[in-house]
């Protein structure tokens, strides 16, 4: 067994195995788990009731992200800022009073350090190769890209890993996504991952784990590989990894809470074991050309849902499937749009930067790139950055990129979940069209009626210049 | 979580069919940070009629609710397993359950026992006298005090883990063993593994 050539997900299952069961399910042990304030309070109060402590309180990680609002945390005087929605109050509080009274380390709003999980936990070195990673939260992928297991969980999986710091889990099968070639110029990792998923479909990794293979991601920065990760889920998939390399050492040598002296070397040297064997055999295998790979944006309620910047609408007939085209038509609806029209005549009324899939210093570099110097168009109402932490705001601060993006017309904020979910005061209003770096355009997700495209940190800040979809190759 | 093994006490005589999650806890109740206190939101609407089964005195202080063919049909909230459970049922008796209920009304120490529609209807007649049954979970009996006896068939995992009050966690928490030798052989050989928050310099 131990000589059959293994996929990278394959050789972090099998080291993760605590016992396997009749069923065939596995006891599967979770190295990290990271906790927020909206899937937490009753696994906490499920432990409580059943009388449990928390197995391992230093493998867990909480910070609050989802509905904290971005608005100045402490006022003038210093003093924390209360939170006026009641529920989102008694959540932060809940947290607030849960981690210490289980000795959980936590970060609290007002800190540097606080941001969105899935920001703070490479940030901090508390992310690691080859590590299970979960969390309350469907955008855990993300951590795959520093070539980690990673994914999300529901609230009574999350009290199962307090308690036991296991899952019960089924294994996957592992899936392939091969790029073949360069990115062209201007070309992002969100455009690949929105290309990628246009090209599979949002059920096109149901079951699997997707590895990203190939040059391209070889090239990529961690916050790029971060990108194409946490966009796995909308390709269907459990979880999405890179394997680790120089590139991902490089990045977390020195980060707080990874390993460090001769254990540091240790570690090293386990993580170059992590690549897939030549000869692994994979469930499923999709090649991708890099050089069909656009400017993306979404159009319907979808993320599979994707066109070039320079496409059309699609219609409903151009969908083969019937199911489809009983989808696009509600889609169509739903986002106001008409069969045909071009994406770049699609004029847009808010712009969002910021969420887990896009708010890190570099997606805030290449969108201030692009504003340096201009204004947002007058038809744009509301322009939000949020940066990921406050570690990621205070490093944007430093290169002055906060000036870039006040004068250009945007709010400069405080770090959190913002506009990618609804679930805090920052809502794109009924009806009203947002070009949005976050990961999911489904209906109603950044507020009722709310109509979200999908795009890159750079189509963003171009959409935000023009007031409508864009080609950000035309602006640079 | 509570062991369930013998359980007398009275029932309330709902009898509804098709009795759906949103009907045991509405929607606007999910926003909790508690699966306590849901209670006061259980069958809502039912409970704003005037003479409801539920603010009935004659059933006071029920450990059974006594329901028609698919209970607990709708929507997978764990909410209305947390809701019964908050108003101190044991026992849903009924001719039929969703299999998300029951999955997890199991999970919350609840025993969701299936009878034929003439025992459910017979023991409703004896609940709305206000009298007492009694649930054996190790003999899978109902009985009365008109001595009545009815037998119901129970899945022996589920008897089990209700018997011993043994939830997944628990279940998985026996398993300590196993687990604290994986991580001794981590804590051996890769200890940075193990250090996670507390690895901060
Ligand atoms: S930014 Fe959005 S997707 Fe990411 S953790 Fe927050 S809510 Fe989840």
Not at chain 1, 372 to 388: F, L, Q, S, T, Y
Not at chain 1, 426 to 450: I, L, M
Not at chain 2, 69 to 93: K, Q
Not at chain 2, 104 to 111: D, M, P, Y
Request: proline fraction near 6%; glycine fraction near 10%; hydrophobic fraction near 40%.
């Amino acid at each position: 067994m131990a000589s059959r050539p293994r996929t990278l997900y394959e050789k972090i299952w099998d080291a993760h195995v605590v016992e396997t069961r009749e069923d065939g399910t596995a006891l599967i042990y979770i190295d990290r788990h990271l906790v927020h304030e909206v899937t937490s309070p009753q696994a906490f109060e499920g432990l409580r009731a059943a009388g449990r402590r928390v197995r391992r309180p230093e493998l867990t990680l909480a910070v609050p992200d989802h509905n904290l609002p971005t608005t100045p945390r402490v006022d003038a005087a210093g003093r924390p800022v209360p939170i006026a929605d009641p529920e989102s109050a008694a959540q932060l509080a809940a947290l607030e009073a849960n981690a210490p009274a289980f000795g959980i380390r936590y970060i609290p709003a007002t800190a540097r350090e606080q941001g969105i999980v899935h920001v703070v936990g490479p940030e901090q070195g508390f992310s690691l190769p080859g590590t299970t990673i979960v969390c309350g939260d469907s955008h855990t992928a993300c951590h795959g890209g520093l070539g980690a297991l990673a994914f999300g969980i529901g609230t009574s999986e999350v009290e199962h890993v307090l308690a036991t710091q296991t899952l019960l889990l089924q294994q996957a099968r592992p899936m392939e996504v091969r790029v073949e070639g360069e990115l062209g110029l201007g070309v992002s990792a969100k455009d690949l991952i929105l290309h990628i998923i246009g090209r599979i479909g949002a059920a096109g990794g149901t079951g699997h784990v997707i590895e990203y293979r190939g040059r391209v991601f070889e090239r990529m920065s961690i916050e790029e590989r971060l990108t194409v990760c946490n966009m796995s889920i909308e390709a269907g998939a459990r979880a999405g990894l890179i394997a680790p390399d120089d590139t991902t050492f490089a990045y977390l040598k020195g980060r707080p809470m990874a390993p460090k002296g001769a254990e540091w070397d240790a570690a090293v040297a386990y993580w170059r074991t992590l690549r897939t064997d030549e000869g692994a055999v994979f469930a499923k295998s999709v090649t991708i050309n890099a050089a069909d790979v656009e400017p993306s944006v979404t159009w319907g309620t979808s993320p599979e849902d994707v066109v070039p910047i320079g496409g059309r609408v699609p219609a409903p007939e151009d969908f083969a499937d019937e199911a489809k085209r009983i989808a696009a038509q509600k889609s169509l609806e739903y986002m106001g749009l008409a069969p045909g029209t071009p994406m770049t005549e699609v004029a847009i009324e808010n712009v969002f930067i910021g969420s887990c899939t896009n708010s890190r210093i570099e997606d805030l570099r290449a969108a201030a790139a692009v504003l340096k110097g201009r204004r947002k168009a007058d038809n744009v109402r509301w322009a939000i950055v949020v940066p990921g932490s406050g570690l990621v705001k205070a490093q944007a601060e430093e290169e002055g990129l906060d000036r870039i993006f006040t004068e250009a017309g945007f709010e400069w904020r405080e770090p959190g979940c913002s506009a990618c979910l609804g679930m805090n005061p920052d809502k794109v209003p009924p009806g009203e069209r947002c070009a949005s770096t976050s990961n999911r355009n489904f209906v109603g997700r950044q507020g009722p009626g709310a109509r979200t495209h999908l795009v890159s940190p750079a189509m963003a800040a171009a959409a935000a210049v023009t007031g409508r979809l864009t080609d950000v190759r035309a602006l640079v | 979580m509570q062991p369930l093994t013998r359980v007398t006490g009275r029932a309330i005589p709902l009898g509804l069919k098709n009795v759906d999650t949103d009907v045991i806890i509405p929607a606007r109740w999910l926003k909790t940070i508690s699966r306590e206190g849901l209670g006061a939101g259980a069958f809502e609407a039912i409970r704003s009629e005037p003479g409801n089964v539920f603010d009935n005195p004659l059933y006071a202080g029920a450990k059974l609710l006594i329901a028609g063919d698919n209970f607990g049909c709708g929507s997978s909230r764990e909410h209305a397993a947390w809701a019964l459970a908050d108003l101190g049922i044991r026992v849903v008796i009924a001719p039929s359950f969703s299999d998300i209920f029951s999955g997890n009304a199991v999970k919350n120490g609840i025993l969701p026992l299936v009878l034929e529609q003439d025992a459910v209807d017979r023991l409703l007649a004896v609940a709305r006298e206000g009298l007492e049954l009694t649930v054996d979970l190790e003999a899978q009996t109902v009985t009365t005090p008109y001595q009545d006896r009815f037998a119901f068939a129970i899945d022996p995992f589920r008897k089990h883990c209700l018997l011993n009050g043994l939830d997944e966690i628990g279940l998985t928490m026996a398993r300590s063993e196993a687990i604290a030798a994986f991580e001794a052989r981590r804590a051996a050989a890769q200890p940075w593994l193990m250090r996670g928050t507390a690895a901060t310099s």
